[in-house]
């Protein structure tokens, strides 16, 4: 299900529900983007660089990227959330759902609602992902735009 760099991952990450995710990189917004029906136009990011190997996030929107390559079974779907800990600092994580056959190294919108911000450390475990198990397996698996996405 995760994979690190070619290896499976650390069994501190595995938890009773789910596996935990770890914090690679932060990104912020600096550009406007763009739903249409038939199109979808990102917006430009700019990497945060770490000091010391610690992200100081100001109150705000980023997006980030998780350490661990997802490989998600065809019989299942993927979602997570985010820990409990980042919840009780004023910090949640917005991810979509991963359907099956996705794989990649996943983003997802952090929001800093502290007003204080929050310091981060590169690697901590920040989201928890859980497998659903599919009634029946789809008669497709993700083919899409972010197949193998920042691998």
Not at 61 to 66: C, E, H
Not at 86 to 108: F, K, Q, S
Not at 124 to 147: D, N
Request: hydrophobic content about 40%; some cysteine; glycine content about 8%.
């Amino acid at each position: 299900m995760l994979r690190k760099a070619g290896n499976l991952i650390d069994e501190t990450q595995v938890q009773p529900a789910g596996v935990d995710l770890t914090l690679l990189k932060v990104f912020k917004f600096s550009s406007t983007g763009s739903l249409n029906k038939a199109t979808v136009n990102l917006p430009n990011y700019t990497e945060v660089q770490s000091q010391d190997g610690f992200f100081r996030l100001p109150a705000g929107a980023y997006k980030i990227r998780f350490k661990e390559i997802v490989e998600i079974p065809s019989d299942c779907v993927g979602i997570a959330f985010p820990r409990s800990s980042l919840l009780r600092m004023g910090v949640t994580i917005n991810l979509a759902v991963w359907d099956p056959g996705y794989r990649g190294r996943g983003e997802a919108l952090l929001v800093v609602f502290n007003e204080y911000g929050v310091i981060l450390e590169q690697g901590a475990r920040i989201a928890q992902l859980m497998l659903m198990k599919l009634a029946e397996k789809p008669h497709t698996t993700y083919k899409g735009r972010y197949l193998h996405e920042n691998i």
